[in-house]
C-alpha cells in the first residue's frame, strides 16, 4: 500500500521471511513494479539490507511467468 509505515512493512517482511525460514541476509534485491520506485519504505528496508531496489515497468511484468 502507498505511503506505508516503514516500520510495518518491516515487520510483515520479516514475518514472511521468518515463515518461509529465509535469513534477511540472504536477500540479494528488492523488486517491484516501477510505480513503486519512490516509495519510503520499500526504500529504507533496501538501504538497511544493503541491496539494491528495482523496478520494472508493469509490460515487463506481465511477460514473467506465474499466476499473479
Not at 30 to 36: G, N, Q, R
Not at 45 to 53: E, H, I, R
Amino acid at each position: 500500500r502507498k505511503d506505508k509505515d516503514p516500520q510495518e512493512l518491516f515487520k510483515q517482511v520479516r514475518k514472511v521471511l521468518d515463515s518461509c525460514q529465509i535469513l534477511p541476509e540472504s536477500i540479494s534485491k528488492i523488486a517491484s513494479i516501477d510505480l513503486k520506485a519512490e516509495e519510503a519504505a520499500i526504500c529504507q528496508l533496501a538501504d538497511c539490507w544493503n541491496v539494491p531496489f528495482v523496478t520494472f515497468s508493469a509490460d515487463v511484468l506481465l511477460e514473467m511467468p506465474g499466476d499473479y
